[in-house]
């Protein structure tokens, strides 16, 4: 293998695939990324078994194939060499069997390299039924959704994002079982068969942090244990969790007894502001109160003092709730929010707390409320 | 007491004094900030023993001072509270002995707050001999020589920068016993008896931290055991270090057997590519060569790989050499130069290298090698 190429290009796309690189990987090789350089161009592939990241660069961006071949380079090192190596143009050669030559003005590396065959083999394949969809509602669900998902591996799937597509509607939803946020978006392909498939929330969160937002569309392919994303010049796959993701749908009611309708920033600051006399100890938990068209929000440190904040809300039934809850839990809900006004539904103070936008069904966040007595 | 005050003015003041708060504190009044209200402003006042600041607010920035008086409120939640409350004017009331009462708006906070007869009464008074300075000629001695402290406790004296003012000069000193800085600035008062102490070098960090540049001098005070510093409305006093700092000067040579000049941002890029290639475990050690008018900085990692990089360099004498040392250390001491172009000095590759700037004597940065056999 033996090319120039320039730095800014390079650097882009090892930057990319560089995502996948696990620090924690037990297995050598796949602390490295693979260089395959062809005709057509340079394949630079990351994966950590998890997620595996592919980004191509067309001959047409390479200054010079003098020869082809494939090298796995360190990932960790490659990446800081590249970055700062001066010049615009950067030599890359393998001299020998596993030592690569990398030159740029008056500045050698002489690395160590893997053997690429000790490379997995990924297959990377299409399906033929693409589905795309526009990248700014993709990342709007993610992030509306993501922060509803379990840390704990001990219900692996609850650490994923449930995707349901019937026909032309992408369902997602998260939960830790204290809490489960929901929200559907239309996309651009009208699919056959239902799909019901759970992605790993925190390969979706390391998608986004290459998901650059253009008005170019987002395609992926869904296959029995792998989803493939293909945008730009990069392929982005991740495996799936296995398993039936719990139903969801009976946790939410259909009525209410309580209704009202509160403005949303304000309502996120007055409870930024309880929440810094709760304590994670106590769950950060704080108490909501209505008289009338009155919100009082308050909480409670024994040793610090105590916080009462008022709201004006609008009433839409009569009755008044005590209930009380988590601020972290539903500051993460009032912030996934968009609309200046949220919608707030009880039924009673053991029952889910429901937030839905006004005027928009499509969002759905519950929480759990916290018993106190 | 009990006044009505912008929340903005109160929020700066209240962040100048919560650095001299340490979480760590195990005397719980230390982790409090104190409130004195008098007729002639509001003074704020941290202390953890070690540094104490006062922050003055005068009178006529407050906007009712209903009934004088003192308390002292938890360092750690009033900033935040003060921070996040809503509107422009705060209402602070001690309501009962130790009860704090804080409103704006909608917005109500109970605070227990700490009896201020509890916290430390801290001599702030000034000297008869102020010491004034420029206080940007004061940030960059600072963070030219600071960087050199040792941060083992083992040796107290060693984790604090060295002051010594003679007639108009300020000459500071660091040193871990592995490399030495020093750099000599003039100072706007010229002192009658020599001044010999050392400050602590983290509370110096901390004072940068609050400290505005503008072409306000610097006031300070020396005392046999503090330093107190004036700016501002702002009171900061240091404890100082005690015992006799090392006499430096004769670690420093006069001649030099090998002199050459090289450009600074370009060797410092070099060593840096470098020390990409050099490990923790080994200090981070390459290899500096000179072959008539180029530089060759080298660097291997066994595993990974070599780096080399070439540099073109003015040699002042004939000889040349071939010396190791810290990467780290070089890239700090080069980066607190100013100017464009650096002079190294050496005897031998087991003496001393010195750094000096071109055309300037006043910074000298000392590096000891390493032997590699």
């Given amino acids: 293998m033996n090319l120039k190429i320039k730095k800014d290009i390079l650097l882009e796309s090892l930057l990319h695939v560089s995502k996948a690189i696990s620090s924690k990987n037990i297995i050598p090789v796949l602390s490295g990324i693979k260089f395959d350089l062809k005709k057509e161009g340079l394949y630079l592939t990351a994966s950590d078994n998890d997620i595996t990241i592919q980004s191509f660069i067309a001959s047409k961006d390479i200054d010079s194939i003098e020869k082809e071949g494939s090298i796995v380079l360190q990932g960790r090192y490659i990446v800081e060499i590249i970055r700062k190596l001066p010049g615009n143009v950067i030599s890359i050669e393998v001299i ?27 297959n990377l394949n299409d399906s033929k039924n693409p589905i795309y969809m526009d990248k700014t509602s993709f990342k709007n669900i993610l992030l509306q959704t993501s922060f509803a998902t379990s840390t704990q591996e001990s219900r692996p799937l609850l650490t994923g994002i449930n995707f349901k597509i019937e026909e032309n509607k992408l369902e997602c939803t998260a939960t830790d079982s204290y809490r489960l946020a929901k929200s559907i978006i239309d996309i651009d392909t009208t699919v056959e068969n239902p799909i019901n498939i759970v992605i790993p929330c925190r390969n979706l969160i390391e998608l986004l942090k290459i998901l650059k937002e253009d008005n170019k569309k987002l395609e992926f392919h869904v296959f029995s244990n792998r989803i493939l994303f293909k945008f730009d010049n ?20 259909d009525e209410f007894l309580i209704k009202m309708v509160a403005p949303t920033q304000e309502l996120l600051d007055v409870i930024d502001r309880a929440s810094l006399l709760s304590s994670d100890r106590d769950k950060n938990t704080i108490k909501l109160e209505t008289k009338n068209n009155k919100m009082i929000i308050s909480s409670n440190a024994p ?67 916290i018993r106190t007595y």
């Fill in 96 to 122: 020998d069997e596993y030592k690569v030559w990398i030159h740029s003005k008056t500045s050698e590396f002489n690395l160590n390299a893997i053997n690429p065959n000790e490379f997995p083999q990924t």
């Fill in 303 to 369: 040793e610090i003092g105590r916080v009462e904040e008022t709201l004006d809300i609008v009433k839409e039934t009569e009755n008044d709730i005590i209930i009380s809850f988590s601020s972290k839990y539903m500051m993460d809900a009032l912030g996934s929010l968009t609309t200046n006004k949220v919608e707030l539904l009880f039924n009673s103070e053991i029952k889910p707390i429901i937030l839905k936008e006004v005027g928009n069904d499509k969002i759905t966040q519950l929480i759990l409320p």
């Fill in 234 to 253: 990069i392929l982005f796959q991740s495996r799936l969790l296995n398993g039936t993701y719990p139903d969801t749908s009976k946790l939410i009611p």
